[in-house]
Antibody, heavy 119, light 106 residues
Framework: QVQLEESGPGLMQPSETLSLTCTVS????????VGWVRQPLGKGLVWMGT???????NYNSAVQSRLSISRDTSKSQVFLKMNSLQPEDTGTYYC?????????????WGQGVMVTVSS | EIVLTQSPTTMTASPGEKVTITCRAS?????MHWYQQKPGASPKPWIYETSKLASGVPDRFSGSGSGTSYSLTINNMEAEDAATYYC?????????FGSGTKLEIK
């Protein structure tokens, strides 16, 4: 069955670089894209970026200058790196699989990892 | 960039009541997806491509709309439907979520 699992540090300091890993199973990263979605505590969902099945990426313009998404297909892992962290980057980070349909949506989600940015 | 505005922000419904949540897009779009999220849980796909129910979604849910106005409707509200619902659109290369509608049960 399809599964996604996020991992990474829970507490970060301002100005540090966040590194998160999404380990997937039940599908191939060369068949489906994977996106990252952030949710500040008590607030709504914000798409951060996506790495597509072909390896290309798209980013939310609000974080594009600080964000990088990459992958290791042999390990079935997708990576998020975001630099210059600020307290407003605090929230739960989800990775989610893109459906295979043309009008793609997120059909499977990880359980999320909480990241707190605080000095 | 397309902005999605959901209404209402919060609502309360009684069991058996009909519920409609609206998502308005700042520009015309050709479809809408919806997600359900309960406290402490990840979002779940709920309705995709405007009107298709995701796997396991009860048929008391339906979706409709076109252009700039889309809606999610629940016929006969049940306690388990209490959640926050988000609409979402993909206007290549950007994904956008609505701000969410929190639906509570009376």
């Amino acid at each position: 069955q399809v599964q996604l699992e996020e991992s990474g540090p829970g507490l970060m300091q301002p100005s540090e670089t966040l590194s998160l890993t999404c380990t997937v199973s039940g599908f191939s990263l060369t068949s489906n894209g994977v996106g990252w979605v952030r949710q500040p505590l008590g607030k709504g969902l914000v798409w951060m970026g996506t790495i597509w099945a072909g390896g290309s990426t798209n980013y939310n313009s609000a974080v594009q200058s600080r964000l990088s998404i990459s992958r290791d297909t042999s390990k079935s892992q997708v990576f998020l790196k975001m630099n210059s962290l600020q307290p407003e980057d605090t929230g739960t980070y989800y990775c989610a699989r893109h459906s295979s349909v043309q009008l793609t949506y997120f059909d499977y989600w990880g359980q999320g990892v909480m990241v707190t940015v605080s000095s | 960039e397309i902005v999605l505005t959901q209404s209402p922000t919060t609502m309360t419904a009684s069991p058996g009541e009909k519920v409609t949540i609206t998502c308005r897009a700042s520009s015309s779009v050709s479809y809408m997806h919806w997600y359900q999220q309960k406290p402490g849980a990840s979002p779940k796909p709920w309705i995709y491509e405007t009107s298709k129910l995701a796997s396991g979604v009860p048929d008391r849910f339906s979706g409709s709309g076109s252009g700039t106005s889309y809606s999610l409707t629940i016929n006969n509200m049940e306690a388990e439907d209490a959640a926050t619902y988000y609409c979402q659109q993909w206007n290549y290369p950007l994904f956008t979520f609505g701000s969410g509608t929190k639906l509570e049960i009376k």
